[in-house]
């Protein structure tokens, strides 16, 4: 028997150019990774997302097992996810038919995992009608979001309309679902004391990450992999480690035509909740001039990225607009040379769940200055791959980044522990426990059918 998934992310294709609008971002990485890995494993994956783009096929095969298929709801045109709702019901019915009249899904899904509260709410029905288990992962809730003043850019306003339905239907989810993905303890103690939902209802499984792509330069992985490996010494480790960061280096300032300063990295969507103000009154305070790469958004959008625009504005005000670039959203086969030339990746982000972009910065063994907030706490070890603020300001991180950029020794053994901390994350160790969950959901849902027949 072929084991079959239904994978739902409707608000976002996990296809979508990372990084220049602000649906695009690390869950469309985690959906790609796990899919792929699922996949080498021998299963079969149906992505479904809405269609956006009226030259779309429905049907997409993007690897050997796994299908990206695109259901007409709504208006054929990209839509943000505050708009979506409307659409769910059609979404649902559109791929039931699907399931029915393909060839290949007609066998049935013998599990739903779904992306973000939209998705779920679609497949709620579809759980019920197939008998099968439901698995969901939130990446964000927005109850969470209002409580900790992230629900919007001007904290002070009340929730709308579309924030009130998203509220009661993550609820809604919450208590029906098999079982919830969580990527830290941390993110899992807020659903349980959110929701009264018991611990077993929940399973914390990190996010995954390319350890074949994301590495030090074109150093093999295994060296990192093991700290009693024998095959160099400590000084070779850091003497390949800076040729690495040397030579890519070399490759963005030629490309980018950087000056000679330190060079700090923001990764990730142009979003409020991301803090990117915060980060240019940081550079704006240090000590130590260094310039900025701020990777992210669309500058070569018709009229231009207003975010952008806004954002090299208030850097011209810091008096730092000759020392901050936006070269825009970056393929995500090149963004381990940005990784490897930085002298640091910063986050400063006012919440992540996880934190996708640290974990490849320092498999790339950068090191990561962020703010402890969510998941990054999970992420970063304060003084052993990279430091941690004691709170989210101005004066905090520009202190933190002088330290790092005038401490040579401190930087390189921050470079130098950066990689091994992160192997944990490799996609085979995080691919192998959820085919456990999977395993664990499915034949308990086999017994209960078994009993049922008496």
Same mark, same amino acid.
């Given at each position: ?61 993007? &690897? ?18 505050? /708009? ?18 393909? /060839? ?51 904290? +002070? ?15 809604? =989810? ?21 929701? &009264? ?36 010494? %400590?000084?070779? $480790? ?14 963005? +300032? ?5 000056? &000679? ?45 207003? /975010? ?11 008096? =730092? ?48 200055? %962020?703010?402890?907030? &969510? ?12 430091? $941690? ?8 991180? %520009? ?18 522990? %950066? ?12 691919? +192998? ?22």
């Amino acid at each position: 028997m072929c084991f079959r998934v239904a994978m739902i992310s409707l608000h976002t294709s996990p296809l979508a150019p990372l990084g220049r609008t602000r649906d695009a971002g690390g869950m469309n990485v985690y959906i790609r990774g796990l899919a792929r890995e699922l996949g080498r494993d021998g299963m079969y994956v149906d992505i479904f997302t809405r269609r956006s783009q009226p030259e779309t096929p429905t049907v997409e095969r993007i &690897g050997e097992r796994i299908r990206l298929i695109h259901l007409t709801a709504g208006p054929v045109a990209p839509l943000p996810p505050g /708009e979506l709702f409307p659409y769910v019901g059609e979404f649902t019915r559109r791929l039931a038919r699907f399931a029915q009249d393909d /060839e290949e899904a007609r066998h049935g899904y013998d599990l739903l995992h779904t992306h973000y509260w939209l998705s779920a709410a679609a497949a709620l029905p579809l759980a019920n009608a197939w008998d099968i288990p439901h698995v969901t992962m939130f990446h964000t809730v927005e109850r969470l979001k209002a409580q900790q003043g992230l629900a919007s850019a001007t904290p +002070d306003l009340p929730l709308t309309p579309a924030q009130l339905i998203r509220i009661e239907h993550e609820g809604r =989810i919450a208590n029906s679902v098999d079982r919830i993905i969580v990527s830290t303890d941390h993110e899992g103690e807020q659903l349980r004391k959110l929701y &009264g939902l018991s611990a077993c209802h929940m399973r914390v499984i990190p996010c995954g990450v390319d350890l074949s792509a994301f590495t030090p330069g074109g150093l093999c992985s295994q060296p990192f992999a093991t700290r009693d490996d024998r095959s160099f010494s %400590a000084g070779d $480790l850091l003497t390949r480690l800076e040729n690495a960061h040397h030579e890519a280096r070399a490759t963005l +300032d030629a490309r980018l035509r950087l000056s &000679g300063l330190p060079l700090l990295l923001f990764v990730g969507r142009l979003d409020p909740i991301k803090g990117i103000d915060l980060l240019l009154e940081s550079v704006a305070s240090m000590n130590i001039p260094a310039q900025l790469l701020v990777v992210g958004g669309d500058p070569q959008r018709p009229g231009g990225d207003p /975010e952008i625009e806004r954002l090299r504005e208030w850097a011209g005000k810091l008096g =730092i607009g000759d020392r901050v670039y936006f070269p825009g959203a970056i393929p995500q086969a090149e963004l381990p040379t940005y990784y490897r030339a930085a002298d640091a990746l910063v986050v400063t982000s006012r919440y992540e769940s996880f934190g996708l972009v640290a974990v490849e910065a320092l498999a790339c063994g950068t090191p990561v200055v %962020a703010a402890p907030v &969510g998941g990054l706490t999970s992420v970063v070890r304060d003084g052993e791959n990279g430091l $941690l603020t004691r709170w989210r300001s101005p004066a905090a991180f %520009a202190e933190r980044l002088d330290e790092l950029l005038t401490d040579d020794a401190l930087r390189l053994r921050l470079r130098a522990q %950066a990689r091994p901390s992160v192997e944990r994350f490799d996609w085979r160790r995080i691919g +192998d426990r959820v085919r456990a969950l999977y395993a664990e959901l499915t034949t308990a849902r086999r017994h209960i059918a078994a009993c049922s027949c008496f």
